[in-house]
T-cell receptor, first 117, second 114 residues
Framework: NAGVTQTPKFQVLKTGQSMTLQCAQD?????MSWYRQDPGMGLRLIHY???????DQGEVPNGYNVSRSTTEDFPLRLLSAAPSQTSVYFC????????????????FGPGTRLTVT | GENVEQHPSTLSVQEGDSAVIKCTYS??????FPWYKQELGKRPQLIID?????GEKKDQRIAVTLNKTAKHFSLHITETQPEDSAVYFC?????????????FGKGTHLIIQP
C-alpha cells in the first residue's frame, strides 16, 4: 500500500492564481480531511469528508473548495490564491467506523509546501 | 467549537529524564484524545490515543492520562532518548459514532539534551 499520497510536494503561486492540491489513499478509508500547518499554529482543519459525495467545512474553510467523487481521492482547490494561504498542507485519512482491530488513527500524507507571492 | 490549549511550547529535558506535556480542552462532549509526533520536515504520526471512558493508557515509555472533570489530558514520556526530540501535538475530537475532524493544540517542541 502507498498509504496517503499528495502532489505536488512544492508549489509557488502568484496572487490570484488557482490550483488543485491532489490527495489519494489506497486503504479504503471512508474519512478524509485537509489540514494546514503554519508556524506556531499547529494543524487546522480546512475541510473533511465522511464518504464519497459528502463534504463539510472545518475550522478554516474560506478560500478553499473540495469535492469527493471517489473513496480514494480528495482534491483541495484554491480558487484565487492569497499570500495568507502560504502554508504546508496535509491530507489525512482514517476509518470512519473503526472495528476492534482498527482505530481512529489519522494517516497523514507527506504534505505540500505552498508559497503564494 | 472546540479549543485545545497545549503547554509548554518548548520543553528541554536531560536524556534519561521524564517529560510531561499538558493539554486542556473546552468542549465537554469531546471523547477522543490522540497525541501526534512530528519530526522536522515530516508528517505527523500517531503515538498514542485515549478515549473518554479510560483514565490512563500506557505503551512502553509513553503514557497518557485524562481527567474529564477538569478537561485536561497529559502525555508522559519516561527515560527520554535523543530520538524523542520532535514536536508533539495533542488533539481532541467528538466521535459521534464515527471519525470526525480533530482540533489540535499548537504543539510542544521537545528537546532532549545529551
Amino acid at each position: 500500500n502507498a498509504g496517503v499520497t499528495q502532489t505536488p510536494k512544492f508549489q509557488v503561486l502568484k496572487t490570484g492564481q488557482s490550483m488543485t492540491l491532489q490527495c489519494a489513499q489506497d486503504m479504503n478509508h471512508e474519512y478524509m480531511s485537509w489540514y494546514r500547518q503554519d508556524p506556531g499554529m499547529g494543524l487546522r482543519l480546512i475541510h473533511y469528508s465522511v464518504g464519497a459525495g459528502i463534504t463539510d467545512q472545518g475550522e478554516v474553510p474560506n478560500g478553499y473548495n473540495v469535492s469527493r467523487s471517489t473513496t480514494e481521492d480528495f482534491p483541495l482547490r484554491l480558487l484565487s490564491a492569497a499570500p495568507s494561504q502560504t502554508s504546508v498542507y496535509f491530507c489525512a485519512s482514517s476509518y470512519r467506523f473503526p472495528t476492534g482491530r482498527t482505530s481512529y488513527e489519522q494517516y497523514f500524507g507527506p504534505g505540500t509546501r505552498l508559497t503564494v507571492t | 467549537g472546540e479549543n485545545v490549549e497545549q503547554h509548554p511550547s518548548t520543553l528541554s529535558v536531560q536524556e534519561g529524564d521524564s517529560a510531561v506535556i499538558k493539554c486542556t480542552y473546552s468542549d465537554s462532549a469531546s471523547n477522543y484524545f490522540p497525541w501526534y509526533k512530528q519530526e522536522l520536515g515530516k508528517r505527523p504520526q500517531l503515538i498514542i490515543d485515549i478515549r473518554s471512558n479510560v483514565g490512563e493508557k500506557k505503551d512502553q515509555r509513553i503514557a497518557v492520562t485524562l481527567n474529564k472533570t477538569a478537561k485536561h489530558f497529559s502525555l508522559h514520556i519516561t527515560e527520554t532518548q535523543p530520538e524523542d526530540s520532535a514536536v508533539y501535538f495533542c488533539a481532541a475530537s467528538i466521535m459521534r459514532g464515527g471519525a470526525d475532524g480533530l482540533t489540535f493544540g499548537k504543539g510542544t517542541h521537545l528537546i532532549i539534551q545529551p
